[in-house]
């Protein structure tokens, strides 16, 4: 029998397929669906010539969201709304698939999470412990409401 570490990694290690709608130099935006459930991932990316000039790589920071259910649009500011469906699992390892993705493609320095909710800081942390144990990221620390984690390299696995 799998222990339930065992199953969760194998859980996080399982992407959906995601489509990039939106490939702007500052600006990345995915989406995927989870049986009923749309989502949108969004990555906005600093300015790479200003970062360059500074001595320093892009950041780049991450926002999900349910975009729509059954077909339907839920709008803007429903955030909240991804912790209530059940896929909890295919989402995180969807939004680490994209994010690992820009990462590479546009050789970000630092990702950034922010949210104040304390159910918003958990699912960051989750999400950013996972990307440190597939070394995407090398480490990662919390500042109030805001996550900040450094990238070495991004591995191919």
Partial sequence: MKSFKHYITEVLDKPLKWKEFIKQPTRRQASFDVGDFGYVIT????????????GEKAKMSVE??????????KG?????????TGN??????????Y??????????GTVLFSGKE??????????????SQMGIISTFEQDKNQFVAHVDKVTTR
């Fill in 43 to 54: 990555i906005l990316i600093s300015d790479q010539g200003i970062a360059k000039r500074m």
């Fill in 64 to 73: 999900f969201t349910l975009g729509s259910e059954g077909g339907v649009a």
């Fill in 76 to 84: 803007q500011g429903k955030k909240h709304d991804i912790l209530k």
């Fill in 88 to 97: 909890a699992g295919a989402v995180l390892a969807t939004v680490i698939d």
């Fill in 99 to 108: 994010a690992k993705h820009v990462i590479k493609q546009e050789k970000v």
């Fill in 118 to 131: 304390q159910s918003r800081k958990s699912l960051y942390k989750a999400i950013l412990k996972r990307m």
